[in-house]
């Protein structure tokens, strides 16, 4: 793969919030057009974007809204740019009709969501993971996005770079699911060299203008790009659509047209799966968490270790596509999986489909605004553990 | 180090997150230690009580907020009344000592003062209070290495107020070496670096 352009990529130790490791995360991934309606507690990052890319060069528009914003990108990616949107709560809610287009026009692009408390316009300045659903089902219609979770300043830079290249090697919307901990939290933040930054690039066809049909797809059921202005003539629609792109409104084209969007996902579902799985060899219980949870969590196992429970642990990266086949295999060894999350019961919904039966799910929900105690995890642990 | 909490506060506009950002930077960036730091948003961001917290380590830092603090700074009576019940048993208070008064102490605590934004005035900017007040914690504590802290600041202010921030920081720090001495008035060069960090 290329490396990142280096105009994009402080290379450096920083101590930085997970906010601006975003924003950074994005310009070494090679994003130059930004477009936003700022809002709590995800305002930093295009804050940044604002700042730092006339030096790098590039565009941020402040929006009317989130819908322009979110459609805005769109418009860029066409354009050839990469490109994303950030927010929060509300502003995601309003951004669903334009991740649907993305995903129907298969249009490269990154959803930066620092999760605040909800529902409406909730808590915005404290956390929660209440959006895990949202980010998954919140379009109409039946399709697969890819959703990343970072539990540090570190991983919002190296998880940002990761989402746009995701959004590129799938041509689907990618969202990099924050929480405002996460967001606001400031830690180390190690920006590599460019040439240590692998850049997944734009699907650009080869094909000469009259050859190339804009979704017609490759053997990974992923077609290729062309851009607007280039001489390619090409339409591109939200309406279900055929290899040209033409609106084709009949149950064939979409049984093809929609079949493929899902199945361009949950076929690479365990090269997508990334998590950081520990001390689960010979558990009995295993927690399994991500984002700003994960790291109570792993206080918690530590202290039921130490009160002589067998306990592993289990921490998602990649949320969606979610890994069921990973988590399957989990529940016929152990007894229970204990699932922390600031929602009040959203992926352990998951765990529980994947774990059929075999072993015990336990959820232990948070409102939200706050993280749990340590102390909340570990009674779950030690209840199961019995 | 063992896992130290810390909390700065004060009035918004004091520079309490700053002062909390080089703390944290000085132990993550050039001491190779761990740091986490948090704070406080929303109404309370100007005027009103501002607080920052940081938590330092040998080892990576799971839990992200400051529960019981290690070390409270206080620069406001109002962020003094505020968090000084959450100070750990036996551990150590630092005040601005014109904007706060010590009462009600409760047994243990140990408590250090410091006129930070008279000894900023006397440097010609009010505004650096907050860095001579993280060079007083820096000799109180001796958490840190004194040049991890020297270098934090220097990359976390305006290329222009460096000089002055540094001399801020030397005037604090040397401050909190005279109280650990017992006296206030010693003149000295740049201070000699007899303190380690300690585990």
Redesign the interface.
């Known amino acids: 793969m290329p490396h990142a352009d280096p105009r994009g990529v402080l290379t450096g130790?920083?101590?930085m919030d997970g906010d601006h490791a975003a924003c950074e995360g994005a310009l070494a991934a090679g994003a130059r057009f930004a477009a936003g309606y700022p809002i709590?507690?995800s305002t930093e990052i295009v804050e940044r974007f604002a700042a730092r890319i006339p030096t790098v060069g590039g565009v941020f528009i402040q929006m009317e809204d989130e819908l322009a914003a979110s459609i805005a990108i769109a418009g860029a990616v066409w354009a050839g740019a990469k490109a994303f949107t950030v927010t929060s709560g509300p502003g995601f809610s309003l951004m669903m009709e334009h991740i649907g287009f993305a995903v129907m026009t298969e249009t490269p692009c990154v959803f930066m969501n620092v999760q605040r408390g909800g529902p409406s316009t909730g808590l915005?300045?404290l956390p929660a993971q209440a959006d895990m659903m949202q980010a998954r089902w919140g379009s109409h219609g039946d399709y697969e996005i890819i959703a990343l979770s970072p539990n540090s300043p570190q991983e919002c830079f190296d998880l940002a770079v990761r989402a746009f290249n995701l959004a590129e090697e799938f041509r689907v919307p990618v969202m990099l699911m924050m929480d405002e901990?996460v967001g606001?939290?400031?830690?180390?933040v190690v920006i590599p060299p460019a040439e240590q930054i692998e850049i997944y690039p734009r699907r650009h066809t080869r094909l000469p203008p009259g050859q190339y049909k804009p979704y017609a797809p490759g053997p990974d059921l992923v077609p290729e790009m062309a851009h607007a202005g280039e001489g390619y003539r090409f339409h591109v629609t939200g309406l279900t659509h055929d290899e040209r792109g033409y609106p084709s409104m009949n149950a064939a084209a979409q049984d093809r047209l929609v079949k493929r969007l899902k199945a361009k996902i949950t076929r690479a579902a365990d090269r997508l799966a990334c998590y950081e799985e520990e001390g689960t060899e010979d558990a009995d219980v295993v927690v399994i968490s991500y984002g700003?949870t994960s790291?109570?969590a792993?206080?918690a196992v530590?202290m039921a270790r130490a009160r002589g429970v067998r306990v592993g642990r289990l921490r998602l990266i990649t949320v969606w596509p979610f890994p069921t086949r990973q988590i399957r295999a989990l529940a016929r060894r152990v007894k229970a999986l204990v699932v922390p999350e600031l929602n009040l019961g959203q992926i352990v919904l998951e765990v529980e489909r994947a774990a059929a039966g075999q072993a015990e799910t336990i959820s232990v929900p948070h409102a939200g605004g706050?993280?749990h105690a340590?102390e909340q995890i570990l009674d779950a642990i030690m209840e199961v553990a019995k | 180090m063992q896992l130290t909490e810390i909390r700065v506060a004060g009035f918004g506009g004091q520079g309490v997150m700053l002062s909390a950002h080089i703390i944290g930077k000085a132990a993550a960036v050039y001491q190779g230690a761990y740091a986490t730091m948090t704070q406080s948003f929303g109404p309370e961001a100007r005027g009103g009580a501002a607080s920052a917290q940081v938590i330092l380590s040998d080892k990576p830092i799971l839990y992200p907020y400051v529960t019981r603090p290690d070390v409270l700074i206080a620069m406001s009576q109002e962020a003094y009344s505020r968090f000084l019940p959450e100070l750990k048993p036996g551990g150590l208070l630092l005040v601005e000592s014109d904007l706060v008064r010590v009462s009600d102490l409760p047994a243990g605590i140990r408590v250090h003062s410091i006129p930070a934004t008279r000894l900023a005035e006397e440097l010609g900017r009010r505004m650096v209070l907050n860095v001579v007040m993280v060079g007083f914690f820096g000799a109180i504590t001796a958490l840190l290495e004194p040049d991890a802290l020297r270098k934090a600041v220097i990359d976390s202010v305006p290329p222009a107020t460096r000089d002055l921030n540094v001399r801020a920081f030397e005037k604090g720090f040397e401050y909190g070496l005279n109280t650990l001495h017992g006296e206030h008035h010693a003149e000295s060069e740049h201070p000699s670096l007899p303190l380690e960090a300690h585990d």
């Open positions: 130790v920083h101590f709590t507690p915005p300045t901990v606001h939290m400031t830690e180390k700003i790291r109570v792993q206080r530590e706050s993280v340590p």
